[in-house]
C-alpha cells in the first residue's frame, strides 16, 4: 500500500479510534467502511462461549437503520449456527485476520438470505474474522443498487483489516468493564411504582436506558416499532424529558437515594 493511500486511511480511522467505548462509534465505523469500501451497511458481532452477540449494526441510510439492527439480532439468535462459511472461516483465524466476500445469491439457507439479505436488498458482504478475547467479526455489505464491491473496495477493507480488529476488539473490551447496566425488568417495575408510568411505557424506557434501540426493543417485546414510538413519547413526556440523556439524568434522579 503506498504511503499516501495510508495517510488516508489513518486520517479516515482517527475518528473511530476518538470514539472507542460511546455510542457514537457504530456510525463513525459505518462512515469509515462506507469511504474506503463503499459499504451501504455495517454490522459487528463479538462471540463468546459459542454465542454471539450484537456490538454494531448500523445503516448509511437511516430508514435501514432498522433493518440492520433487526437483521443482526435474526442472525445472532437464528442463523449463526447454519452460517457454515462463517463457521469455518472463523476456525482457521487463530493467528491471522480472515476476511471472505460472499455474495448472497451464494447462500444455500433460503430462510436466512431472506430475513438477512432480500428483505434488506443487500447483495454481498465482506467479512473480518479473527479469533481472541473475544472473538470479532465485522462486516460490510453493499445493497443490491450499489452492486458487488469493487476490487480496489475488497482490497481496501483487506488494509484496513489489521487496524480495524484492534479498534473493535478495545471497543469491545471498554464496554464489557463497563459498570453493569441496570436490570431492565426491576427497573421497569420501579418506574411503574415511582413515575406513574403505565406498565408498556415503564418497559419501553428501561429498554432505551439498557442501551436498545426502536427496532430492537420492538423485536424484544414483540410490538411494532410504531407502537415502541408511541410508549417512549408518553413516557418521555410524563418524565419531562426529551432526549435519552435527559431521560438517564430523570430517572438518575427519580431513583437514588433521598439523604436523611
Known sequence: MSL???DNMLDGLAPLISRIGTPDFGPALMTLLHRFCGADLCSVFTLAETKPG???AESRDPEASAFARVASLRYAQRYWRRDVAALSTLGRAHRSVQILKRPARGIRDVEYQHECYTEGSVTERLSL??????????NAYRERDSGPFHPAQTQAFADLALCLHAV????AQLLESAPPLTDSAALARRLSESAALSPREAQVAALIMAGLDQAEIALRI????????TYRARAYQKLGVQTRAGLRDRLDALLSPHPG
Do not use: N
Open 4 to 6: 499516501l493511500r495510508w
Open 54 to 56: 450484537v456490538l454494531v
Open 129 to 138: 474474522y479473527r479469533r481472541g478475547r473475544p472473538s470479532i467479526i465485522a
Open 168 to 171: 473493535l476488539e478495545r471497543h
Open 222 to 229: 414483540g410490538l411494532k416499532a410504531s407502537s415502541v414510538i
